[in-house]
């Protein structure tokens, strides 16, 4: 089993709809939670950064942290087309210069 | 720079050939990153450095992979002899530092022929 895991999907939504995508983790050590967005032959952007538990919210995007069942989710209010890339999770644990952990990454297709 | 900038953009080495890639963080950022991305996957941690002292190469698949940041900035990745598995994305990330967020450079694309 990976430490973390991601559905790779394709996920595919009409435009104007609410996306949610997870991840599950297994190392209990992991502190910082992210969501990065790759479109195609691009680097990683980061979306989102929290730490520990708790909901955090960016204008149309929301990450949730649930530390007790090792569960991350990024929902996307309103999905546009331009929201259509992979969507990356990333975590890491308390230590100076921890690496990232990522997902492998699911692909959301958002049609007009 | 106001991003993370890495060169080139895209390599094709021919199997056995030494190759260099090369990352220009943000200004100011302590630690560095490199990652591997192969194909549909997401990035593997291959490198850190905090200033010039690389403090963790646990990554790094084999001793062909070498990275340096000499004077605690640009960074080089140099992989020798490549080989066709060693195709991949290399991506490069820094940051302020401890646990603070990672920005990424847009990668080089490398493909061993």
Redesign the interface.
């Known amino acids: 089993q990976k430490e973390?895991e991601?559905d790779?999907g394709p996920l595919s939504v009409p435009e104007g709809a609410i996306v949610s995508l997870n991840c599950t983790y297994s190392n209990s050590a992991f502190?910082?939670f992210?969501w990065?967005r790759q479109y195609s032959?691009?680097?990683?952007?980061?979306l989102m950064?929290t730490y520990s538990s708790g909901n955090k919210e960016d204008g149309r995007f929301t990450a949730q942290v649930d530390k007790s069942s090792k569960y991350i989710s990024l929902f996307i209010r309103d999905s546009q087309p331009s929201d259509s890339a992979t969507y990356?999770c990333?975590m890491?644990g308390?230590q100076?210069?921890?690496?990232?952990?990522?997902?492998?990454?699911t692909t959301l297709s958002v049609s007009s | 720079g106001a991003g993370?900038s890495?060169s080139p953009r895209y390599k094709v080495a021919k199997r056995g050939q030494d190759v260099a890639l090369r990352c220009d963080p943000i200004s100011g950022h302590v630690?560095l990153?490199w990652?591997q991305q192969a194909l549909?996957?997401?990035?593997?941690?291959l490198t850190?450095f905090?200033n010039e002292a690389q403090?963790?190469k646990s990554?790094l698949p084999s001793d062909r992979f070498f990275a340096e940041r000499p004077e605690g900035s640009v960074s080089t990745l140099k992989i020798q002899r490549t080989q066709q598995e060693d195709s991949a994305v290399y991506?490069c990330?820094s940051s302020m530092?401890?646990?603070t967020?990672?920005?990424?450079?847009?990668?080089t694309?490398l493909t061993v022929v």
């Open positions: 973390v991601q790779p502190q910082y992210m990065y032959r691009k680097g990683p952007e980061l950064y990356l990333a890491s308390n100076a210069g921890t690496a990232l952990i990522f997902g492998k990454g | 993370v890495q630690s990153f990652y549909g996957q997401g990035p593997e941690f850190y905090q403090l963790d990554g991506l990330a530092g401890r646990n967020e990672a920005f990424f450079g847009q990668g694309r």
